[in-house]
């Protein structure tokens, strides 16, 4: 600037009138500067700018905020049938019976596909139908056969510790608590392990073996993870527009991110 201003103010370049306009367009060029504010040329997210895994999901969340809910909505609207057939008794028993078992397998490989779209997201990558479809193709059996087991699985457990507490069986109540509760806590890493690598993981048995590997590896980031889920989780059950527009989503972000961080922990 002060280079240009001294070639301004030099008379074999400039006729005076030029010089007073280049002045002044050179003064104005050094107060912007001087008092330039980022948030204005903050369009976006800064992704240089460190961040925890919570406000990195929803910051996450914010960058692609219509797309995201859009992702939750089509995701919840799977549990729709479900809860239909469940709560309502004027329904004949087969049609609840179908909705019901539509619900059952529609929710695994959505549920599969919602973590692949938050792994995009997470990437930096926006969400579109293309991608969508992809996703679809690549998750979707993977999901089903992988992780439909895992959710039986949770719900054989907890149908044990209601038989046991209704026959007074304290004893194993207790053991299928403790399992159901390590089964959550594993439970946390089952979509975004099968998002990270469909192909690695052949089995139900195997995914939650890694997910059971990295839950040991990472106690405590897995129980303060388990209480930003509890949390967002009943925010959504007071909310239930919260619940079919955000919360869902907002845990995929959360569990992918700390994923993330624990990866690259352990590659430190």
């Known amino acids: 600037y002060f280079m240009t201003y001294g070639r301004a103010l030099n008379p074999p370049y400039h ?41 990195s999901a929803f910051a996450i969340f914010a960058s692609q905020l219509e797309r995201l809910i859009v992702v939750n909505l089509l995701w919840a609207l799977q549990l729709v049938p479900g809860m239909a057939g469940l709560f309502y008794n004027e329904l004949p028993d087969f049609l609840r019976v179908i909705l019901i078992v539509y619900t059952m397998l529609a929710l695994p490989p959505a ?23 992809d996703l679809v193709r690549t998750l979707a059996l993977p999901g089903l056969f992988r992780l439909l087991p895992l959710y039986g699985l949770l719900g054989l457990l907890l149908l044990g510790v209601r038989l046991a507490d209704t026959y007074g069986l304290v004893a194993i109540s207790t053991l299928l608590q403790l399992g159901l509760l390590l089964m959550l806590l594993c439970a946390h890493y089952w979509g975004v392990l099968l998002a990270a690598a469909p192909q690695r ?23 303060m ?35 993330g961080t624990f990866q690259s922990d352990h590659e430190d």
């Open 225 to 259: 993870l388990s209480g930003v889920v509890i949390l967002a989780l009943l925010l959504g059950i007071v909310s239930i527009g919260g619940f079919f527009l955000a919360v869902p989503v907002m845990v995929a972000l959360l569990q992918t991110q700390m994923l």
């Open 111 to 133: 549920t599969a596909v919602l973590y692949g779209l938050a792994r995009l997201a997470c990437d930096e990558e926006h969400i579109n139908p293309d991608a969508t479809r």
């Open 15 to 55: 006729e005076p009138a030029q010089i007073q306009t280049i002045s002044q367009e050179i003064n104005t060029l050094i107060i912007r500067e001087q008092f330039k504010m980022p948030f204005l040329d903050d369009t976006g997210i800064k992704t240089e700018v460190e961040r925890g895994p919570l406000w």
């Open 201 to 223: 993981y052949t089995s139900a048995f195997r995914l939650l073996k890694a997910a059971a590997r990295l839950t040991w590896r990472c106690p405590v980031q897995t129980l």
